[in-house]
């Protein structure tokens, strides 16, 4: 089976000294489309880009417990694959389309946020690297962070599945879904609505899903032009992440407007604290490695009950979104 993700946006992380994230461009693929309808602009005020904040998250206190030997280096990995998965859960949102029994997909709506980056540097730390100090390893993480940074744009991804899929279906039997992703609004808590500033090129096609599930990155202006001024999207008043769709398209059936609300920040006290799971010595050791597929939805618009274990879920979307932009070469 073949899994598409977009070759031109990329994120890999691609230094083995310095874990960075970037962009890549490979082959003869186009740049990706790119969609200004507001001007943008680089705020004075550093909070704007949240990859410039010097926040750190109980990863970094997880491998400092590790190399301590505070705790084992299994307990480490446990743990690490844990709140990647809580963290995925969190900034995420889903939509589920369906026409059918045998026409359905799940959009999957994952922001970047630099607390979920963390995570991700991570996993891969423990995975490939767990000889790394204590200063090498907040180098990583700031090396990241300054390089998502750069970007000067609010990132997701963009994930779309199906119950199901037959990689021998001919033109005839493929159901395709299509959604008009550069007209996707990110909207903040005044109202105002931004569209991409880039949008990977998978996304735009008329998709295909009967072969297997695609991925793609969309990032947000940070800051755009509005009456004269440079505004924050992101404002102190936004608590939610809220994107707007226009409409779906599946199996040539068109559906109303979508929308993803994801949970931003806290109004008033802000705690990434959590507590570390408890060490379990019969762990599926299978499940702390990168994959290379998505979690496949296991619903049906028929039955009245969903039997998806979410833990499990979330923690393989995480395993996904891990494989998604971390460098194959590191391994």
């Keep these: 089976m073949v899994f598409r993700i977009s070759s031109v946006n990329r994120l890999l992380i691609c230094s083995w000294t310095g874990v960075v994230f970037c962009t890549a461009a490979c082959g003869a693929t186009p740049v990706a489309a790119q ?77 970047m946020d630099p607390i979920l980056v963390q995570y991700i540097v991570l996993n891969q730390v423990l995975a490939y690297s767990n000889n790394l100090d204590l200063t090498s390893f907040n180098t990583m993480l700031t090396n990241t962070m300054n390089k998502l940074g750069n970007r000067g744009e609010t990132l997701f991804i963009i994930t779309v ?33 931004v569209k991409p500033t880039h949008v990977d090129p998978v996304l735009k096609e ?62 008033l006290v802000q705690d990434d604290s959590q507590p570390t799971p408890t060490f379990d ?22 039955i009245q009950f969903d039997n998806t274990n979410w833990k499990m879920y979330w923690e393989d979307m995480g395993r996904y979104i891990w494989d998604l932009v971390v460098s194959e070469g590191l391994r």
């Design 35 to 111: 969609v200004q309808p507001q001007p943008t602009c680089i705020s004075s005020k550093s909070e704007v880009n949240p990859y410039s904040s010097q926040l750190r998250s109980d990863a970094v206190k997880i491998y400092e417990n590790y190399k301590f030997g505070t705790i084992s280096y299994d307990s480490a990995r446990q743990a690490a694959l844990s709140l990647l998965g809580e963290n995925i859960n969190h900034w995420s949102d889903q939509v589920d389309v369906a026409s059918d029994d045998t026409q359905m997909v799940r959009i999957v709506a994952t922001y």
């Design 161 to 193: 599945t199906a119950p199901f899929y037959n990689t021998q279906a001919y033109n005839s039997n493929v159901l395709t879904v299509n959604f008009p992703v550069a007209q996707m609004v990110l909207v903040n808590a005044s109202g105002m609505e």
């Design 206 to 267: 008329n998709i295909d899903i009967t072969h297997g599930p695609v991925s793609g990155i969309i990032g947000f202006p940070q800051a755009v032009i509005s009456q004269g001024q440079c505004a924050w999207v992101l404002d102190p008043w936004t608590s939610s992440l809220t994107i707007h769709l226009p409409s779906v398209t599946l199996g040539g059936k068109l559906f109303n407007p979508q929308f993803w609300d994801i949970p931003y920040r806290a109004l």
């Design 281 to 302: 010595p019969n762990y599926d050791w299978s499940r702390v490695s990168k994959i290379a597929a998505p979690p496949t939805p296991s619903w049906n618009p028929n």
